[in-house]
């Protein structure tokens, strides 16, 4: 059997003289009935996720929740820093993405950690809700704006945990080790920094943030290899 481009991808039949290092390609993959089943499962899920949570989130807005005391907050200025926040995010999700698009592997468990991640937000927005930090400067995102947080008013309650934050994390994680890893654990640093900065967030809600990759993650493991 070859070895799968990291521990617990669907294996794929030996088809070079050095099976241990043939990488598993799209075509390889594909082959596979195991492999397209989950692929297409996961997109599947994903696109009805995305159909709900429109809907989901206004009802997140609407309902009362509470203040939480966060000393860091009251001691840190608020500034508008919108454009570089979402500078960070893109680009980092395009440095992710385009890395992880030749590694079908790596991709078909980062697809599965990404749905993990968002069902455990939305229980996580469901048990706790919050009103936001009182002196929260609106994240003004024109992609998510206009495509997805589809409500009369803006979402300031979608607070614990960091969507944000946890996203470049998850794809820290899914792409190989080296620089683009690097890069992208630095961009989740800085995500971090800047919503405080913004007071878009509570620090809590940063600091959970990679408890909850690191479930989706390990979730997604035991999906994939399964």
């Not at 009103?131 to 947080?149: A, C, G, H, Q």
Request: net charge positive; charged share 10%.
């Amino acid at each position: 059997m070859l070895t799968p481009d990291f521990p617990g991808a669907p294996t794929v039949p030996n088809r070079a003289a050095n099976p241990a290092a043939a990488p598993l390609t799209w075509t390889v993959a594909w082959q596979q009935p195991d492999f397209r089943g989950r692929l297409l499962l996961v997109l599947a899920l994903l696109l009805m996720l995305a159909s709900q949570l429109p809907g989901y989130f206004a009802w997140v807005q609407a309902r009362p929740g509470y203040h939480l005391p966060d000393p860091l907050l009251a001691w840190l200025p608020a500034h508008d820093v919108s454009g570089a926040t979402f500078a960070v995010i893109y680009l980092g999700i395009v440095l992710g993405v385009a890395t992880l698009l030749p590694r079908p592997g790596r991709l078909l468990r980062a697809l599965w950690a990404y749905l993990l991640l968002h069902l455990l937000r939305c229980a996580t927005l469901w048990l706790l809700p919050l009103e936001p930090p009182p002196s929260l400067l609106l994240l003004r995102d024109p992609l998510v704006d206009m495509f997805l947080y589809a409500a009369p008013t803006p979402i300031t309650k979608d607070l614990f945990f960091s969507g944000h934050t946890a996203t470049l994390l998850l794809l820290a994680l899914a792409v190989p080790a080296g620089w683009r890893r690097w890069l992208l654990l630095a961009g989740t640093v800085a995500v971090g920094t800047l919503v405080l900065i913004q007071h878009a967030h509570y620090t809590y809600d940063v600091l959970a943030a990679p408890l909850f990759v690191w479930l989706a993650w390990r979730g997604s493991r035991v999906v994939v290899s399964g």
